[in-house]
């Protein structure tokens, strides 16, 4: 017999599942106050969905990061050998740069970058963690100039990383699940236009245009692969 808690966590994840953005925080909402990790991760990935929304009001949205990142932190606190609780405090920590400025943004680099590194050490298979610390590095290789010299009063040594650091690990992200996540079709297209690959990068942008989209985020990338394949002719 599954119980309470599986039985509430199996919900949960079939509402994830479904894209049932809404109805899944809601559910949640109301067991706010348990304490396990399993849980809190859960709760911090619902607030944050929420937050992402397009019809979300723009204090709702803030107020949803916050709360995701206070989730993710005592999903931490609970269980330290929690991947996902170390991936889900990495992104949220990353979100709340977008309220806090660019100084903040890239002093908790660092932070987010260790943190999806130890995600990774505890669960090598998972892709989304693969594919998040992709992403920081794309983000790194793609610095503009005045960030880059920003950064470089920040920090001894500014985080530094390359294009075929990125591809690496969106490469190993879909190894490890393919088509998991159009997100990281885009990113495979993107990063390969960016180191002159353009044969791959059709592919890719292909395999992303053609993804059956279920969110809203499906749904933008898959308008950004149309429009950048147009581009590519």
Same mark, same amino acid.
């Given at each position: 017999m599954a119980t309470a808690t599986e039985e509430l966590l199996e919900q949960a994840d079939y509402l994830y599942s479904c894209a049932e953005t809404d109805k899944l925080y809601q559910l949640l909402l109301q067991h706010k106050n348990r304490d396990d990790a399993e849980f809190l991760w859960r709760l911090a990935r619902a607030s944050r969905d929420l937050a992402l929304l397009p019809d979300t009001a723009?204090?709702?949205?803030?107020?949803?990061?916050?709360?995701?990142?206070?989730c993710a932190k005592r999903a931490l606190e609970k269980e330290e050998t929690n991947f996902a609780a170390h991936k889900w405090y990495a992104i949220?920590?990353?979100?709340?740069?977008?309220?806090?400025?660019?100084?903040? !943004?890239?002093?908790? /680099?660092?932070? %987010?970058?260790?943190?999806?590194?130890? &995600?990774?050490?505890?669960? =090598? !298979?998972?892709?989304? /963690?693969?594919? %998040?610390?992709?992403?920081?590095?794309? &983000?790194?290789?793609?610095? =503009?100039?005045?960030?880059r010299k920003m950064a470089?009063?920040?920090?001894?040594?500014?985080?530094?990383?390359?294009?075929?650091?990125?591809?690496?690990?969106?490469?190993?992200?879909?190894?490890?699940?393919?088509?998991?996540?159009?997100?990281?079709?885009?990113?495979?297209?993107?990063?390969?236009?960016?180191?002159?690959?353009?044969?791959?990068?059709?592919?890719?942008?292909?395999?992303?245009?053609e993804y059956h989209p279920l969110t809203h985020e499906d749904k933008e990338v898959h308008k950004q692969a149309a429009e950048m394949l147009n581009g590519l002719g």
């Open positions: 723009p204090e709702k949205k803030k107020q949803l990061v916050y709360e995701a990142l206070d949220c920590l990353s979100d709340i740069g977008d309220y806090e400025g660019i100084k903040v !943004k890239l002093g908790n /680099s660092y932070i %987010i970058r260790e943190h999806l590194q130890r &995600a990774i050490d505890l669960n =090598p !298979k998972d892709a989304t /963690s693969l594919h %998040i610390l992709g992403y920081w590095c794309f &983000a790194f290789a793609d610095l =503009p100039w005045y960030q470089a009063v920040i920090f001894a040594t500014p985080p530094m990383s390359t294009y075929q650091e990125a591809l690496d690990y969106f490469l190993k992200a879909e190894a490890e699940d393919p088509n998991f996540y159009s997100m990281n079709l885009l990113m495979l297209g993107k990063t390969y236009l960016k180191i002159n690959d353009k044969e791959n990068a059709k592919l890719w942008l292909t395999k992303a245009k």
